[in-house]
């Protein structure tokens, strides 16, 4: 079962934002943010986010959210 469009069928008269951990390629055309999750409170984990926003913006996933207090 193919979901493109499923949002916009159920509510034609709404914009469909949905919060995803992950996504395909061609994920930009689905209205979507993607969120990193519960992540670690550690250098390492905070080293690595400046990068992954920026790739994602040059992916064009326009929505990029992450915790950046992180989880203990």
Excluded: K
Excluded at 29 to 55: C, F, Q
């Amino acid at each position: 079962m193919s979901f493109e469009g499923v949002q916009l069928m159920v509510h034609p008269d709404q914009r469909p934002f949905i919060l995803s951990r992950a996504g395909p390629a061609g994920f930009q055309r689905h209205h979507a943010a993607v969120w990193t999750g519960d992540i670690y409170s550690d250098y390492a984990t905070y080293r690595a986010h400046p990068p992954e926003m920026l790739n994602a913006s040059l992916s064009g996933l326009v929505y990029w959210a992450c915790d950046t207090g992180g989880f203990s």
